[in-house]
Nanobody
Framework: QVQLVESGGGLVQPGGSLRLSCAAS????????MGWYRQYPGEQRELVAA???????NYADSVKGRFTISRDNAKNTVYLQMSRLKPEDTAVYYC?????????WGQGTQVTVSS
């Protein structure tokens, strides 16, 4: 079965850094576009960062210059390096995969930015 397992979430102070990881199984990782989304309570999920199978990246304006998405096809893993974190980055972060066969979501991991 398809599994996207996020890790690395937690509590961090404003200005701090955190790295999220998403380990994928059950998909051909190299042909999937990968992304990170976040969701605030009562809101729709919003795109944070995405990386295509060809390595092209795009970011939400709110995180551009602070977050970096990367992928390691040999490890079937996508990462989100988050720096200079702000309280408004507090959300549940979800890993996603997408190919012509369909899309999948991870279970989500909580990121809390607070002093």
């Amino acid at each position: 079965q398809v599994q996207l397992v996020e890790s690395g979430g937690g509590l961090v102070q404003p200005g701090g850094s955190l790295r999220l990881s998403c380990a994928a199984s059950g998909i051909i990782f190299s042909i999937n576009d990968m992304g990170w989304y976040r969701q605030y309570p009562g809101e729709q999920r919003e795109l944070v960062a995405a990386i295509s199978r060809s390595g092209n990246t795009n970011y939400a304006d709110s995180v551009k210059g602070r977050f970096t998405i990367s992928r390691d096809n040999a490890k079937n893993t996508v990462y989100l390096q988050m720096s200079r974190l702000k309280p408004e980055d507090t959300a549940v972060y979800y890993c996603s995969s997408w190919s012509l066969k369909g899309g999948y979501w991870g279970q989500g991991t909580q990121v809390t930015v607070s002093s």
